[in-house]
């Protein structure tokens, strides 16, 4: 069983940072891809960013110059440093990584909890 746990969120000002981070724990034989994804009220989720197991990265142009992605390969972590923090920033925030179980080795996507992020003065 795999399971992804999210911290970091909150409620920031215009222009200020936050960092999410997500811990994958479980049967992980490998990671595929990391990802940040993010749904605002009455609207779809959406991709934020995406880092794959070679280190590529893609960015939604909406984060593209402010938000950062990275992976821990020895932490099973993924985090999302996210920089000029605008209102319509606000979201539930998800990670989520397509990982390959060491039970299986069946690759499968898994979904965190969702972390509130809330940019307002």
């Known amino acids: 069983q795999v399971q992804l746990v999210e911290s970091g969120g909150g409620l920031v000002h215009p222009g200020g940072s936050l960092t999410l981070s997500c811990a994958a724990s479980?049967?992980?034989?490998?990671?595929?891809?990391m990802g940040w994804y993010r749904q605002a009220p009455g609207k779809q989720r959406e991709l934020v960013a995406l880092?794959?197991?070679?280190?590529?990265?893609t960015y939604a142009d909406s984060g593209k110059g402010r938000f950062t992605i990275s992976g821990d390969k020895v932490k099973n972590t993924v985090y999302l440093q996210m920089n000029s923090l605008k209102p319509e920033d606000t979201a539930v925030y998800y990670c989520?990584?397509?990982?390959?179980?060491?039970?299986?080795?069946?690759?499968?996507?898994?979904w965190g909890q969702g972390s509130q992020v809330t940019v307002s003065s």
């Open positions: 989520n990584m397509v990982l390959q179980s060491s039970r299986t080795r069946l690759f499968n996507s898994y």
């Open positions: 479980g049967s992980i034989f490998s990671i595929n891809a």
């Open positions: 880092i794959t197991s070679g280190g590529s990265t």
